[in-house]
T-cell receptor, first 110, second 118 residues
């Protein structure tokens, strides 16, 4: 089955700096890669996703890049704000399942 | 956007009690629902995948007789924790995917249920 690794597990940045979270996957059949943000005690919320026919996608301060050859994808958050503090999960999806990474706890220091 | 409602949000009960958690897709038909368990500061652990009208597929190590899943309609799936014990205390979250190729549709999550067994 699919194996998704996510790094780093914790990340602290100063407000205004950029944050980068990286994930790797193992199953070449994975063709959909969503990113979720989960605040403490709340539901994971989809923040951005990318499909395998696209190499990069951007939505305001958030961007995701995908390298299918190397089987890795990354989340980039620019101009971080305190409200970006949360746990972020990547996921890789072959046609019949979702596999989540272990999560990254992001802290944005004011 | 797609909305998934999960109830109850918090349950406290005595050991030996069975607890039912409901997961509903409010504005779309969910052909597949997922049930996760999440421990503090840890990732989502998939327990089972539930397809409407068929038996759930359980992940390795998850007892199907302990965690009964029913997906009777395109908008409702239930998870029943039977004879719950303190070690079953956890945060349980459901998610739903709309009709289509599963791998191409995002999951929409419920708010989760915090289960505390005394």
């Amino acid at each position: 089955g699919e194996n998704v690794e996510q790094h780093p597990s914790t990340l602290s940045v100063q407000e205004g700096d950029s944050a980068v979270i990286k994930c790797t996957y193992s199953d070449s059949a994975s063709n959909y890669f969503p990113w979720y943000k989960q605040e403490l005690g709340k539901r994971p919320q989809l923040i951005i996703d990318i499909r395998s026919n696209v190499g990069e996608k951007k939505d305001q301060r958030i961007a995701v890049t995908l390298n299918k050859t190397a089987k890795h994808f990354s989340l980039h958050i620019t101009e971080t704000q305190p409200e970006d503090s949360a746990v972020y999960f990547c996921a890789a999806s072959p046609p019949s399942q979702f596999y989540f990474g272990t999560g990254t706890s992001l802290t944005v220091i004011p | 956007g797609a909305v998934v409602s999960q109830h109850p949000s918090w349950v406290i009960c005595k050991s030996g009690t069975s607890v039912k958690i409901e997961c509903r897709s409010l504005d779309f038909q969910a052909t597949t629902m997922f049930w996760y368990r999440q421990f503090p500061k840890q990732s989502l652990m998939l327990m089972a995948t539930s397809n409407e009208g068929s038996k759930a597929t359980y992940e390795q190590g998850v007892e199907k007789d302990k965690f009964l899943i029913n997906h009777a309609s395109l908008t409702l799936s239930t998870l029943t924790v039977t004879s719950a014990h303190p070690e079953d205390s956890s945060f349980y979250i459901c998610s739903a995917t709309a009709r289509g190729l599963i791998g191409m549709q995002p999951q929409h999550f419920g708010d989760g249920t915090r289960l505390s067994i005394l």
